[in-house]
């Protein structure tokens, strides 16, 4: 049920016999007065917006006592991938920002909600219109005539039918007064999500960025693996020749022979699967750049060694320093805004309206006084029973905005746990690549001591065997960690934002944009 009240005063002038008259004040209702009271007795329901607080250590649990061997500076702003100077990277990476068709879609999904601002912001401005036209009438009569006459309005007639000509021009205004502050939450909501949608946009790029360097140091990770095991099939092949010299001499029997052969046929298969990988990563990579994978092609080359540890700074600060979480947090403000837009719903709607008319003829004098029709109108509307919606509305809208508000604090939640996973990783690993090392030294020398031990026939072949297998193992164990540590390296920029900060974000002046009346 909805109750509507109006007020209307309209003017029609019409020619009329001149009179003598005193000049009297105009009685036409001056509306700038009643606009300047309403406008000043506006005002906006529903809550402030408040930032939440959100869970926040004092300092990182894993750094504490742990000094990274390779501590790198600060990362660069955007290129942040520059810490493991690899010009081949730094290529790659600079082609997601500019081809990634994923980072293109976000793109477009934010100057989306940048337009939905300036949609939510154009009602609270008037609505004009201009309208012209003319037309041409007719009438017949029943019998023949054959006298002409003209008429004062535009018309004539001949033989008993007339014809008329009238030309107009009317324009109207009408203007929903936001008084509540209904639209204004709208807008403000409106441009909340904008933001979000923005730092949507910083966290798919850094999470493509990412990607990319992941997959590009397990593709390197591989090419490391095939030199591996290329000298690896070397070392063997000269085995295998050691245990046919043997073999031919009459020290040793057939049996070390094959079991070298075997051995070595072994690792040239092992060698050979290692193109599987290494391709379906080349090309992961190639749609990361926007490139069907039969475009790109990287050269091998070995995975770096050294590990770069970007600082982690302060906890405190991790929250201006993640896309995300400023993505939860403005979307904390487009809810709460909403909940103003709901309890507007309890106020009435006041509109004004005007309309002004020129109709007549003959075109020239169209725009006399004569010729003129206006009307202006003030209207308000109340909902008295609505069965429960608006409260139903504004429950909804609140228990949104609490979801928003738990949504942040998990964020925050995750984003610290990533960091300390990330350090955690990098500390742990680095004790393990510094065993690693000594074990591949300690089975290097167990290798030649073996094999210059069965030259001198102390030791059956089984015991080379066993020794050239265990260095294998130990040397792709410790290439694993180096790739592990590298690829926890990557993740630990992307935890700690990849060089963005709240200041990358549009403001909520940038978001409305100029305004453009038409």
Known sequence: ?????????????????????RPRPSRRPRLGPILLSLLLAGCTVGPDYKKPDAPTPAVFKELQG???????????????????????????ERMVDIS???????EAQYRNAVALVAEARASLFPTASLTAGVSRSGSGAS??????????????????????????????????????????????????????SAADLANARLSAQATLATDYFDLRAEDSLAQLLTDTVAAYQRALQITENQYRAGTTSSIDYVTALAQLQSTQAQLIAVGVQRQQFEHAIAVLTGQPPAALTIAPAPLASMVPVVPAGLPSTLLQRRPDIAAAERTMQEQNALIGVAIAAYYPDISLSALGEYAGYPLGSLFNASNQVWSLAASGSETLFDG???????????ATYDAAVAGYRQ??????????????????????????????????????????????GTVAYTSVITEQTQLLSDQQSALSVLQSRLVASVALIQALGGGWTTADLPSTAAVKGPFKPY
């Not at 990634?100 to 976000?106: A, D, M, P, R, S």
């Not at 002409?148 to 004539?156: I, N, P, R």
């Not at 290798?447 to 030259?455: D, E, F, G, K, P």
């Open 388 to 398: 429960g919606l608006r409260p139903a509305q504004v429950s909804a809208a609140r």
């Open 1 to 21: 049920m909805r109750f509507s009240a109006s007020c209307f005063r309209s003017s029609c002038s019409q020619p009329s016999r001149p009179r003598p008259s």
């Open 100 to 106: 990634n068709q994923t980072v293109k879609q976000y």
């Open 66 to 92: 742990w000094t990274p061997s390779h501590p790198a500076d600060a990362m660069d702003k955007g290129a942040w991938w520059s810490v493991y100077q690899d010009p081949e990277l730094d290529r790659l």
């Open 411 to 456: 964020t925050v939640l995750t984003a610290f746990q990533q960091v300390e996973d990330a350090l955690s990783d990098l500390r742990i690993l680095e004790m393990q690549a510094k065993a690693e090392d000594i074990a591949v030294n300690s089975t290097r020398r167990a290798v030649q001591a073996t094999l210059n031990a069965y030259r001198a």
């Open 143 to 196: 019998g023949r005539g054959y006298s002409t006459s003209s008429t004062g309005t535009g018309g004539s007639s001949f033989g008993g039918s007339s014809h008329s000509t009238e030309y107009n021009v009317s324009g109207s205004i009408d203007w929903s007064l936001d008084v509540w502050g209904r639209i204004r939450r709208q807008v403000e909501s409106s441009a909340a999500g904008a933001q979000v």
